[in-house]
């Protein structure tokens, strides 16, 4: 189909011309907005392109730079020389505990004169016991004593008198024989006498409990109007000069790193206190069931040392080189004590270690680290073996 169009232009100098002519009609006009925005769009990428042409440069990946990789400070401890420390548990008790029981035929106790928590000296009276019965039998026996001391001496004044009448043949050599003979048996008879009655009076004061050596009582076993007898249970406990002592348990291994006369601090379960001690006897056999020893500590006297009580013992050891890292560097699980290592390529690994004694800086690491890791201070626990971390420095 022919239809006549007419197209109109104004020249720059604002003279219009026309143009008049016949076309044929093949496709519809494209919009002006279309147009325009394609224009608009293309304009942008030349932008943009010129833009990065400028910088001179490329489009950097987002996550090239591990931004997205959480933070964990590391230190690098290095070794360091670290006083060797033993820390064993164990219990109090006197070092030489001395039982004290009735040493004599024994007898209704009257009067108990001390008390758990005393002090004694040696050959005080610790209790009376009824002694009635034997005073008389001492009485008694005193009373041959002078039974025999009179037949004594009638003996001797017979022998005096035959012998007076032995120059005059009245009597004979037999018969002052036979009178010396009698005044002998005499004086010996109160001999025995005396010694009787010294044995007697031996037994009585040996119904008095009395104290064996200077020291502390630890327990009174007896009430007053209790009956005793020979092979009773002990009456009284003393700990002999108030001497205390410490059985610490320790493994073999920490055995052989010790010898007598090594220094130790006690700390009494319960107690803020310490208390400076000695080793004074290392077992000379180990438990076959527990493979422990035991290291024997001698203390002085303290009234909070009370034996049977809980205790731990920090036993000096000798200076040893290692690793220290404070406790929150250190992780436990079942399979035992690990820390984590930032390595090269800022990925975590986990590293099995053993750990030490407890210094005032933290934990002595003795196997497992040189020292020259990179090792994550905190948040370990909150990592995984081969997790990618942005490492920090730890701030001086």
Not at 54 to 80: C, F, I, K, R
Not at 103 to 128: I, K, N, P, S, Y
Not at 287 to 311: C, H, K, N, V, Y
Request: no cysteine; aromatic share 4%; net charge negative.
């Amino acid at each position: 189909m022919n239809y006549e169009t007419t197209i109109r232009a104004e020249a720059a100098d604002g003279v219009s011309t026309e143009y008049t002519g016949a076309r044929t009609l093949s496709a519809p006009a494209i919009p002006r907005w279309l147009i325009v925005g394609g224009l608009g769009v293309f304009g942008l990428l030349l932008a943009v392109a010129a833009w990065f042409a400028l910088a001179g440069g490329e489009p950097v990946a987002v996550d090239d730079d591990n931004s997205q990789a959480p933070s964990v400070t590391v230190v690098t401890p290095g070794t360091t020389t670290v006083g060797g420390e033993i820390e064993a548990p164990g219990t109090l008790a006197a070092r030489r505990p001395m039982p004290v029981g009735v040493v004599g035929e024994g007898g209704q106790v009257l009067r108990v004169t001390v008390d758990a928590g005393d002090w004694v000296q040696r050959g005080q009276v610790l209790a009376v016991i009824d002694r009635s019965v034997q005073v008389q039998q001492a009485e008694a026996q005193s009373a041959q004593i002078e039974v025999a001391r009179a037949d004594a001496n009638l003996a001797q004044a017979n022998l005096d008198r035959a012998l007076q009448l032995v120059a005059r043949g009245f009597v004979s050599k037999a018969d002052v024989d036979r009178l010396t003979a009698t005044r002998d048996a005499a004086a010996a008879r109160v001999k025995v006498a005396q010694a009787q009655l010294a044995e007697q009076r031996a037994r009585n004061e040996r119904l008095n409990i009395y104290a064996p050596a200077t020291g502390y009582v630890l327990a009174r076993n007896v009430e007053p109007g209790q009956t005793v007898g020979a092979g009773a249970a002990a009456l009284f406990t003393i700990a002999s000069g108030g001497e205390m002592e410490m059985l610490a348990q320790l493994s073999e291994e920490q055995l052989a790193k010790l010898s007598v006369g090594t220094m130790a601090t006690i700390i009494p379960t319960g107690s803020d206190k310490q208390f400076s001690g000695q080793i004074w006897q290392i077992a000379p056999v180990i438990d076959a069931t527990t493979r422990q020893g035991t290291a024997r500590i001698a203390l002085s006297f303290a009234p909070e040392l009370r034996p049977g009580g809980f205790a731990t013992a920090r036993i000096l050891s000798g200076n040893f080189t290692a690793t220290v890292l404070p406790e929150s560097a250190v992780l436990a699980d079942s399979d035992g004590s690990y820390v984590y290592i930032v390595g090269d390529d800022n990925k975590v690994t986990r590293r099995a270690v053993k750990t030490g004694a407890v210094t005032a800086q933290g934990l002595a690491i003795t196997e497992g680290l040189t020292g020259k890791e990179r090792i994550v201070l905190k948040a370990g626990g909150f990592l995984n073996p081969g997790e990618t971390v942005n490492p920090q420095p730890q701030k001086k």
